[in-house]
């Protein structure tokens, strides 16, 4: 079976009715990013920080997964498939695909404020009440905060990740502006013979020397012609 990886981003979710983070309207324009999405953010305001992360949990269970999501899924018949994503949401899952690695985080768990990489702090929340109040601990005895990985904070993920894109034999990036590192860079790791595909409605900034096909349409329309172009 070949190896099939895909990578990604806000856009993925986009048509789920999930905001993007720096298009027009997205929720970088409605909160300072400094604020709710890094470490520093969360040490001088956590209250503000765990109120924006349980607003997102609220609307997450009150979403779907997408036609691309389920298209990605589906691909499971045929490939061997990895799922990189930059999304805390767990629209992938639901879907219906088995092997992803989360970068950022999953926004359905909380871990240790004190070691948030420590998997034994690491806890599912439960899905009809999934809030973090101040107060709430971790087995540590620490604060209880968001299982997410801020501006500021190591990527302990990008490893394994990086070694998936390294081994694909096809590259599928969906939904990612691709500004944020080390994420960004991980095409730069795929090998010379992999086929790279970009599935995103604007252009996004990458090496031209990497030959990538560009199928400049949404999640859901791009993979229905990416599934046609996979079955040639
Ligand atoms: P961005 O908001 O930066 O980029 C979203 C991308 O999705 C853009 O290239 C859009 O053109 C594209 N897009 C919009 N609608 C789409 C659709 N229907 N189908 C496909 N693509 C669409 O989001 P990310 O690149 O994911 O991290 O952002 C990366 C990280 O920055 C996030 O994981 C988050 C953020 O800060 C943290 O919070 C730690």
């Not at 983070?21 to 503000?48: C, H, K, M, T």
Request: hydrophobic share 40%.
């Amino acid at each position: 079976m070949k190896k099939l990886v895909f990578l990604t981003g806000a856009g993925m979710s986009a048509e789920s009715g999930i905001s993007t983070f720096r298009d027009s309207g997205g929720l970088w324009e409605q909160y300072p990013v400094e604020a709710v999405a890094s470490i520093q953010g969360y040490e001088r305001n956590p209250e503000l920080v765990q109120r924006f992360y349980n607003e997102r949990r609220a609307q997450l269970s009150s979403v779907q997964p997408n036609e691309g999501h389920r298209l990605v899924a589906s691909l499971e018949k045929d490939f061997d498939v990895t799922v990189v994503t930059q999304n805390v949401d767990d629209l992938h899952e639901r879907a219906g695909s088995h092997k992803i690695i989360h970068l950022h985080g999953e926004l359905m768990k909380a871990t240790s404020s004190r070691n948030p990489n420590d998997p034994k702090c690491i806890v599912t929340l439960p899905a009809d009440n999934p809030v973090i109040k101040m107060g709430d601990k971790a087995k540590d005895g620490s604060q209880l905060r968001p299982f997410i990985v801020w501006f500021g904070e190591s990527v302990p993920m990008i490893a394994s990740a990086i070694d998936e894109v390294a081994e694909a034999d096809i590259l599928v990036i969906i939904g990612t502006s691709l500004n944020v590192y080390p994420a960004a860079g991980l095409l730069n790791y795929a090998n010379l013979q992999c086929r790279i595909y970009l599935i995103d409605p604007k252009d996004v900034p990458y090496d031209q020397t990497l030959g990538v096909h560009h199928i400049k349409k949404g999640a859901s329309e791009g993979m229905k012609e990416l599934c046609e172009l996979l079955r040639k």
